[in-house]
């Protein structure tokens, strides 16, 4: 079994940063692209960024970009996501996913089960 595990999550005033961070237990006898993806309350789950396996490429939906960083860490299949200039909008439920190849597309093989961020105004 190959398992994302998100941790990070909080409460934060707007303006502030958080970093959350993702590790995938299991099969990790392979490396993985990792993205995040959030959801909001009554909303459809979005793409926020992802980064390829050897960290030499990342994308980012506009909606974060400038103010989003996703990095590797130096454990493999670990992965951080540097949030700053938050957002009460940026309030969701994150999500860490894992496969093969970097996507942009929710077609991930492998999830976490999330970690709420809340920013308020």
């Given at each position: 079994q190959v398992q994302p595990v998100e941790s990070g999550g909080g409460l934060v005033?707007?303006?502030g940063s958080l970093r959350l961070s993702c590790a995938v237990s299991g099969r990790t006898n392979r490396n993985y692209a990792m993205a995040w993806f959030r959801q909001a309350p009554g909303k459809e789950r979005e793409f926020v960024g992802a980064i390829s396996w050897s960290g030499g490429s990342t994308t980012y939906a506009d909606s974060v970009k400038g103010?989003?960083?996703?990095?590797?860490?130096?454990?493999?299949?670990?992965v951080y996501l540097q949030m700053n200039s938050l957002k009460p909008e940026d309030t969701a439920v994150y999500y860490c996913a894992?496969?093969?190849?970097?996507?942009?597309s929710y077609e991930y093989a492998y999830w976490g089960q999330g970690t709420q961020v809340t920013v308020s105004s």
């Open positions: 005033q707007a303006g103010r989003f960083t996703i990095s590797r860490g130096n454990a493999k299949n670990t894992a496969d093969t190849v970097i996507s942009r």
